[in-house]
């Protein structure tokens, strides 16, 4: 059995270690952004927030899908 986290959420425990925040709190971030496309909150977590392109994506990724129920 291979219990492997995979896609967006496999980017959490470093993006917790190098940035120092909790996922929960870059989520409530994007949550109350006036911002709403994907693109468009990737590029403003990397110019606000100084996230990598990657980092960036998978928070921007995961919350959406939850949010949308997926």
């Known amino acids: 059995m291979n219990d492997a986290v995979k ?3 496999s ?3 470093s993006i917790e270690k190098k940035y120092g925040r909790p ?3 870059w989520k ?4 109350s952004s006036p911002l709403t496309k994907h693109m468009e909150l990737v590029n403003w ?7 990598g392109h990657g980092h960036a994506n998978a ?3 995961h919350t959406l899908a939850e949010d949308s129920g997926k």
């Open 7 to 9: 896609g967006p959420a």
């Open 11 to 13: 980017y959490f425990p």
């Open 23 to 25: 996922i929960a709190e």
């Open 28 to 31: 409530d971030l994007i949550r």
């Open 45 to 51: 977590l990397k110019s606000e927030h100084e996230l």
């Open 59 to 61: 928070l921007v990724a």
